[in-house]
């Protein structure tokens, strides 16, 4: 008795005698697909486990996003023959199918400049089959039937409900060939999408399909579906109703607004379901706030009218899409949140998203359903990473339009600059020597106060204000840090800097240093050792008033100066204080 095994691995190195494990396909040549995988990861680990019984395995990336494992390549004869024999002995999935190179994209198995594995030798897997192989090989497949001509192809395709029309076209729109509506009715549109269809395959573009080859185009649709997983949920708690790839994807946690479905392997997207009570207003606070999130990436596409929005972000490490509505008083949406690389999977999982979604529940996500932190339920980013800039600075207004004095430091390296957090600005002026720098909105702003330059000399001893983000960006308003003039020169006598007696943090540098009655004599710089020496606490410099003046007029701006400057009751100088003090944050 000969082990069937045995014998199969003997036809099969008969086979692969004329080429070599794992070749490219020369013309007229395909392919037996055994797997699709939704992720590169995985495909990479299925095909491993493939090439230690076929040495001619593959990994290609495919037309739908996914990534195939398939054996070959073999003429169409050998092919037919090997799959029949692959699935008689059970060592192949029984969808396994014959497979085209014009369907396959690039090779990801083996990986280039790899070693092709050895084909397994049939006579040490069992010493006599060698001896019997002509009595054991398997038999050919018998032929296969005509496909029909155009008439009969014609005449069957009259048979087909409404439904199994529809159904044609919702496959042919899966694949990418249909962008028009479903309606059954097989116009131009439809045709057309056939034909290329047809042609993609290896058969004659003549725009109609024949029983077989709508059985193919079907099978391989519901194929696709099988492995997405797709089902319809019904969300009770936050009153949407969604069909969502649970192949892929599972229920997670709910942290109001969000319901979070998790990836279920390697590489798999996220889902996050958004179900919040709110106005115009709240919808448009979402939107900000969504923008804040480190995987909504900044580049991308935004679109926004007072009912709805989408947002679309890319990076090198995310490619987000978001989607919310307004219906009444309540706001609904969904997150698709995955990484580059994916694209063609993702917009199939975004096509059945977007027409699948119903927010029409009448109920919305309590906020009070799960326990939060008071921080978390103020940013209603549960669940969900914020991005942060690397550090913030302060900074102060010197012109009615929105432009920004600091210092130079804080716009040192930055891949993006944003005053109070949102605006984007530019650098118009870094100066090493004196470590100003000024920031000019890509956006005009409109700041509460601007900045006015005093004229007078500050006497020694006089009481001064600092105004700054003392912890960077983690309060929302400037800190008051009040401290002495005790010189209009530097420790060495360097003209253009002034001592200072104060105790102030990191954040605080580039705050305007202020004298009783508003007005700016200075801006804190940075702290630094003088010569190697460790100053004592509470020493700081600040750039002059005149030095900065000097500044903004050799760059086109002109200070401004108080008319008749009198000093301010602590109120008001907060007041003034804080309307001339801007958040500068420099991000990666």
């Not at 339009?401 to 118009?428: K, L, P, S, Y």
């Amino acid at each position: 008795m000969f082990k069937p095994v045995a014998l199969l691995a003997l036809f099969v190195s008969v086979l692969l005698l004329v080429q070599p494990p794992a070749a490219r396909a020369q013309e007229g040549e395909v392919y037996i697909q055994v797997e699709a995988l939704p992720d590169r990861a995985t495909a990479v680990t299925r095909a491993q486990a493939y090439t230690a019984l076929f040495a001619e395995t593959n990994g290609f990336g495919l037309r739908s996003g996914w990534f195939g494992i398939l054996l070959g390549p073999y003429t169409p004869g050998q092919a037919a023959e090997l799959l029949a024999s692959l699935k008689g002995e059970r060592l192949i999935p029984s969808d396994s199918f014959i497979a085209y190179p014009r369907d396959m994209g690039d090779r990801f198995w083996p990986a280039e400049g790899a070693p092709a594995a050895a084909a397994a030798d049939p006579a040490a897997a069992d010493p006599a089959a060698e001896a019997t192989v002509a009595e054991t090989a398997p038999e050919p497949e018998a032929a296969q039937a005509p496909d029909e001509d155009r008439q009969q192809a014609r005449d069957s395709e009259a048979l087909l409900t409404p439904e199994e029309r529809r159904d044609l076209q919702t496959a042919l729109q899966w694949f990418g060939y249909y962008p028009a509506a479903i309606d059954g009715a097989f116009g131009p549109g439809t045709r057309n999408s056939m034909s290329a269809w047809q042609e993609a395959r290896g058969y004659e573009a003549t725009g109609i399909l024949t029983t077989r080859q709508r059985r193919e185009l079907l099978e391989a649709w519901k194929g696709e579906l099988a492995a997405f997983g797709f089902q319809e949920v019904i969300e009770a708690e936050s009153g949407i109703t969604v069909t969502l790839p649970l192949a892929l994807v599972e229920f997670d946690h709910y942290e109001p607004p969000f319901v979070h479905y998790r990836p279920k392997t390697e590489g798999a997207p996220k889902i996050v379901l958004i179900s919040q009570p709110g106005d115009q207003a709240a919808l448009f606070g979402l939107y900000d706030v969504l923008q804040t999130l480190d995987s909504v990436p900044l580049d991308g596409a935004r679109d926004r009218d007072d009912r709805s929005f989408r947002i679309r972000g890319t990076s090198a490490k995310a490619d987000t899409t978001v989607y919310a509505e307004r219906n009444g008083d309540r706001i609904k949406g969904w997150m698709l949140i995955s990484t580059p690389g994916n694209e063609a999977r993702d917009a199939r999982i975004l096509r059945v998203l977007q027409d699948s979604f119903s927010p029409d529940g009448d109920s919305v996500l309590d906020p009070g359903m799960v326990a939060m932190e008071a921080g978390t339920k103020a940013g209603l980013l549960a669940g969900l990473e914020v991005r942060k800039p690397r550090f913030s600075r302060t900074g102060f207004f010197v012109t009615t339009d929105g432009a920004v004095a600091t210092t130079a430091e804080a716009v040192e390296q930055c891949g993006r600059i944003t005053i109070d957090r949102t605006t984007d600005a530019e650098v118009a002026l870094s100066d090493a020597a004196t470590g100003l720098a000024i920031l000019k909105p890509k956006a005009p702003l409109a700041p509460r106060n601007v900045a006015a330059f005093s004229n007078a000399s500050t006497r020694p001893g006089s009481e001064v204000t600092v105004p700054g983000y003392s912890y960077e960006d983690r309060l929302p308003a400037p800190v008051l840090t009040f401290g002495t003039f005790e010189d209009a020169q530097g420790l060495n006598g360097e003209p253009g800097l002034a001592r200072l007696a104060l105790q102030s943090l990191p954040g605080d540098a580039g705050g305007a240093v202020l004298d009783g009655s508003g007005s700016v004599v200075g801006m804190l710089l940075p702290a630094a050792s003088d010569g190697g020496k460790q100053l004592p606490a509470g020493v700081a410099f600040a750039l002059s008033g005149a030095e900065i003046t000097r500044l903004l007029a050799a760059n086109g701006l002109t200070p401004q100066t108080p008319a008749a400057p009198t000093p301010l009751a602590p109120g008001a100088l907060a007041e003034a204080a804080t309307g001339m003090t801007a958040l500068v944050s420099c991000w990666d």
